[in-house]
């Protein structure tokens, strides 16, 4: 089972009509992709679950939603991502940097909510190591995703150096390997925190050059990496089952 565990369904800045969920299967269907984790950015968080929500009522055998944890002056997030988590069949949370900062007075109380309800937290942290940091220290049982190997089209090989060894270290978190650039740190990061802790994402879809074409792209990343057959499977969709207790995965 292949499984993209970073895939944006329409959002109001970069993805248009490729971004809506039949779309979104027809490339998956393409690729041969199985399952998606399905995420939404850049509205709050009523908005996105509700989308989401539709999205996977819809394709209930294809999307996975993470419920997006963006405050609302309007009303208690909290509360919604719970009643989403426990009642629709959501099976993390998304976090985003580039929208809101991981400052503790902000996130922690998302954090403690999905270590307590035992889900996982996917976080683009936009380079944010110090706060990275900070958050795998506190919450050592909260199983976190580091988005980008830590920063979304890096070239500082020293910055995804630090999140690789931060991830060696806290047990507690995985490295996605969507939007990587450096392909040496993927080998790196393999080699340095196990294969178990990898997971491919395309961070998809894109129009540059088209939505398939770029997700075969990021697949051949993994692809073309001198592992077992079983290692790859592992990377392309067995440890994001794992993680999100998916059965029948490989």
């Known amino acids: 089972m292949i ?3 970073h895939l944006h369904l329409r959002d109001d800045v970069y993805v248009g009509e490729e971004g809506r969920p039949e779309n979104l299967i027809k490339m998956m ?3 041969g992709v199985d399952k998606a984790v399905l995420l939404r950015l850049y509205v709050p968080a009523r908005r996105a679950i509700e989308e989401l929500e539709e999205a996977r009522n819809k394709y209930p055998e294809r999307f996975i939603p993470f419920a997006y944890a963006l405050p609302d002056f309007r009303e208690h997030t909290l509360d919604l991502i719970e009643k989403a988590i426990k009642n629709e069949n959501f099976k993390g949370i998304k976090m985003h940097a580039g929208i809101c900062r991981l400052e503790d007075y902000l996130v922690d109380p998302v954090l403690e909510l999905a270590s307590e309800m035992g889900v996982p937290s996917l ?3 936009a380079g944010d190591y110090d706060n990275m940091e900070r958050i795998a220290r ?3 049982n909260l199983k976190v995703i580091i988005a980008h190997l830590g920063l979304y089209l890096c070239r500082d090989g020293e ?3 630090r999140f690789i060894t931060l991830a060696k270290n806290y047990p507690n978190l995985f490295l996605d390997i969507s939007g990587v650039l450096l392909l040496e740190k993927i080998e790196k990061a393999i080699e340095e925190v196990g294969v178990k802790r990898i997971i491919w994402g395309t961070d998809g879809p894109s129009r540059s050059p ?5 997700a075969l792209r990021e697949m051949e990343k993994v692809t073309h990496l001198r592992l ?6 592992m990377i392309l969709g067995e440890n994001i089952a794992h993680l999100l207790g998916i059965k029948n995965a490989s």
Do not use: Q
């Not at 088209?210 to 770029?214: A, E, G």
């Not at 077992?228 to 499977?233: A, F, I, L, M, V």
């Open 228 to 233: 077992t057959t079983k290692e790859k499977e």
């Open 210 to 214: 088209d939505p398939v074409s770029f």
């Open 123 to 125: 976080i683009d942290c």
């Open 159 to 161: 910055l995804m150096d």
């Open 3 to 5: 499984i993209d565990a």
């Open 138 to 140: 506190k919450f050592p």
């Open 29 to 31: 269907d393409d690729v």
